[in-house]
């Protein structure tokens, strides 16, 4: 399985960025993804995940309203829009997907039962 994350960089606050991961190597449809971020010194954290057929997602709340995660499954890729950057935003941020076919997880991922992505770096000027 590979998940290949692309799309971070440099912006300001208040910016836009769309974070995008392409999967290979799995039935991606089965699966649930995710995404995490982990900044510096801290620990990787939950951020976004999104249910098989995209109809249903959870957000953290420091990102709910700000943040939307979609995926088209005819294009193997999931999707992270990411508006009104905020400085405690910056982070590594990583794809991931459920090894597990056909589960939802109705909360937080712990990160447990996980493929993953390669990071992409996210920072966010003040």
């Known amino acids: 399985v590979q998940l290949q994350a692309s799309g971070g960089g440099l912006v300001q606050a208040g910016d836009s960025l769309r974070l995008s991961c392409a999967a290979s190597?799995?039935?991606?449809?089965?699966?649930?993804l995710g995404w995490f971020r982990q900044a510096p010194g801290k620990e990787r954290e939950f951020v976004a995940s999104?249910?098989?057929?995209?109809?249903?997602?959870i957000y953290v709340a420091s990102v709910k309203g700000r943040f939307t995660i979609s995926r088209d499954n005819a294009k193997n890729t999931v999707y992270l829009q990411m508006n009104s950057l905020k400085p405690e935003d910056t982070a590594v941020y990583y794809c991931a997907a459920d090894r597990r076919p056909n589960s939802w997880v109705a909360g937080a991922w712990s990160g447990t039962n996980n493929y993953w992505g390669q990071g992409t770096q996210v920072t966010v000027s003040s």
């Open positions: 999104i249910k098989q057929g995209g109809l249903r997602t």
């Open positions: 190597g799995l039935a991606f449809r089965m699966h649930a």
